[in-house]
C-alpha cells in the first residue's frame, strides 16, 4: 500500500461516499485550542483527533517528552476514532505533517494497516480549493478494532546503544549540531549519528518529493536500505516524517528510537556530540 493519497483522490473519494475514515491531528499551543481550529474549518466527514492527549503517552525523563501512548489510550482513542477493519484511515494536519505522520507510524506500529498521510495535508487541500466544513465533524463509525502494539519495530535506548549501523537524527541542523535546542534539556546528538533532516524530503508546499529523489538525499549519506538502520528525533514526530518519507521511498525496515533525544538527553551519563 501507498504511504500518501492525494487531495484530489481524497476528494472524490468523500463524493463517492466511499468507506474512509479521514482524521485531522490538529494541534496548537494552547491547551484545547487544537480542537477549536478543527471546529472552524476542516476537510468535510473528518473526525479530530488530538495528538497532545491521543497520540502520546505521559511525559518524563525515563520515557521521553511524548512517549508511546499506552494500550488502554490506544483503545480508548480507537473507539473516539471509530476505527474499523473495512475502512482505510487517512491523516492529515494543518501544518507540515509532522502530526499527521506521528499518527501514520502509531497506528502502523499499533496493527492498523490501511494508513495513509494526505500529501500536503490541510493547506494542500485549501490550496486546490476543494471546500471545508465547519463544526464538531462526523460522527464516528462502530469500532471493530483493538490496538495491537508491536507491528513495526521499536529501539529501546540500549538497542541504540549497542546498535553497529546507521543511527539517523531527523531533526534541523541546528538542533543536531547543537546550536539552538529549546525542547530538550541538552543540545546535541547521540555520539556516530548522521542528520537527515525531514523537512529535506518535503517541496515548498510540504508534499513529499518523489522516490527517486528521496533516495538520492539518502544515497548520498550512504544510506540505501532500511536494514541495520535506525532512525530518531526529539520526541518521534521528526523521526515519524522521515520513516514515513523512507517507505514512500522503498526504503523499509528501519527501526525507531520513539523515545530519541528527549530521553538520550535527560540522563547526565549519556554521552553528546555536537
Same mark, same amino acid.
Given at each position: 500500500?501507498?504511504?500518501?493519497?492525494?487531495?484530489?483522490?481524497?476528494?472524490?473519494?468523500?463524493?463517492?461516499?466511499?468507506?474512509?475514515?479521514?482524521?485531522?491531528?490538529?494541534?496548537?499551543?494552547?491547551?484545547? *485550542?487544537?480542537?477549536?481550529?478543527?471546529?472552524?474549518?476542516?476537510?468535510?466527514? #473528518?473526525?479530530?483527533?488530538?495528538?497532545?492527549?491521543?497520540?502520546?503517552?505521559?511525559?518524563? #525523563?525515563?520515557?521521553?517528552?511524548?512517549?508511546?501512548?499506552?494500550?488502554?489510550?490506544?483503545? @480508548?482513542?480507537? @473507539?473516539?476514532?471509530?476505527?474499523?477493519?473495512?475502512?482505510?484511515?487517512?491523516?492529515?494536519?494543518?501544518? @507540515?505533517?509532522?502530526?499527521?505522520?506521528?499518527?501514520?507510524?502509531?497506528?502502523?506500529?499499533?496493527?492498523?494497516?490501511?494508513?495513509?498521510?494526505?500529501?500536503?495535508?490541510?493547506?494542500?487541500?485549501?490550496?486546490?480549493?476543494?471546500?471545508?466544513?465547519? !463544526?464538531?465533524?462526523?460522527?464516528?463509525?462502530?469500532?471493530?478494532? @483493538?490496538?495491537?502494539?508491536?507491528?513495526?519495530?521499536?529501539? %529501546?535506548?540500549?538497542?541504540?546503544? *549497542?546498535?553497529?549501523?546507521?543511527?539517523?537524527? =531527523?531533526?534541523?541542523?541546528?538542533?543536531? *549540531? !547543537?546550536?539552538? /535546542?529549546?525542547?530538550?534539556?541538552?543540545?546535541?546528538?547521540? $555520539?556516530? *549519528?548522521?542528520?537527515?533532516? =525531514?523537512?529535506?524530503?518535503?517541496?515548498?508546499?510540504?508534499?513529499?518529493?518523489? $522516490?527517486?529523489?528521496?533516495?538520492?538525499?539518502?544515497?548520498?549519506?550512504?544510506?540505501?536500505?532500511?536494514?541495520?538502520? %535506525?532512525?530518531?528525533? !526529539?520526541?518521534?514526530?521528526?523521526?515519524?516524517?522521515?520513516?514515513?518519507?523512507?517507505?514512500? =521511498?522503498?526504503?523499509?525496515?528501519?527501526?525507531?528510537?520513539?523515545?530519541?533525544?528527549?530521553?538520550?538527553?535527560?540522563?547526565?551519563?549519556?554521552?553528546? /556530540?555536537?
Amino acid at each position: 500500500m501507498t504511504v500518501l493519497i492525494s487531495p484530489s483522490t481524497l476528494a472524490e473519494s468523500i463524493h463517492a461516499g466511499k468507506k474512509r475514515t479521514v482524521l485531522a491531528a490538529f494541534w496548537a499551543p494552547i491547551e484545547g *485550542a487544537g480542537h477549536s481550529v478543527f471546529c472552524s474549518e476542516h476537510i468535510p466527514t #473528518s473526525i479530530f483527533c488530538d495528538p497532545a492527549t491521543e497520540l502520546a503517552g505521559l511525559p518524563s #525523563s525515563s520515557d521521553g517528552r511524548n512517549p508511546l501512548p499506552p494500550l488502554n489510550l490506544l483503545t @480508548r482513542s480507537f @473507539r473516539h476514532w471509530g476505527l474499523n477493519t473495512d475502512r482505510e484511515v487517512v491523516l492529515y494536519d494543518q501544518g @507540515r505533517g509532522l502530526y499527521a505522520a506521528r499518527a501514520w507510524w502509531i497506528l502502523r506500529w499499533a496493527g492498523i494497516p490501511n494508513v495513509r498521510i494526505l500529501d500536503g495535508g490541510f493547506q494542500e487541500w485549501e490550496n486546490r480549493n476543494l471546500g471545508h466544513a465547519g !463544526g464538531p465533524g462526523n460522527f464516528p463509525h462502530f469500532c471493530n478494532v @483493538r490496538p495491537n502494539p508491536g507491528q513495526l519495530e521499536v529501539a %529501546t535506548i540500549d538497542d541504540v546503544k *549497542a546498535h553497529q549501523g546507521i543511527l539517523i537524527d =531527523a531533526r534541523d541542523e541546528n538542533r543536531f *549540531a !547543537g546550536r539552538s /535546542e529549546k525542547l530538550d534539556l541538552k543540545a546535541g546528538h547521540i $555520539p556516530g *549519528a548522521i542528520n537527515i533532516n =525531514a523537512k529535506t524530503l518535503l517541496r515548498e508546499d510540504f508534499t513529499f518529493k518523489s $522516490p527517486e529523489e528521496i533516495r538520492a538525499i539518502f544515497a548520498e549519506k550512504g544510506v540505501t536500505s532500511g536494514e541495520n538502520v %535506525t532512525v530518531y528525533s !526529539g520526541s518521534g514526530n521528526h523521526s515519524s516524517q522521515l520513516l514515513a518519507g523512507m517507505e514512500h =521511498a522503498g526504503i523499509t525496515g528501519a527501526s525507531h528510537y520513539f523515545a530519541g533525544w528527549s530521553q538520550w538527553s535527560a540522563n547526565p551519563k549519556n554521552p553528546i /556530540e555536537t
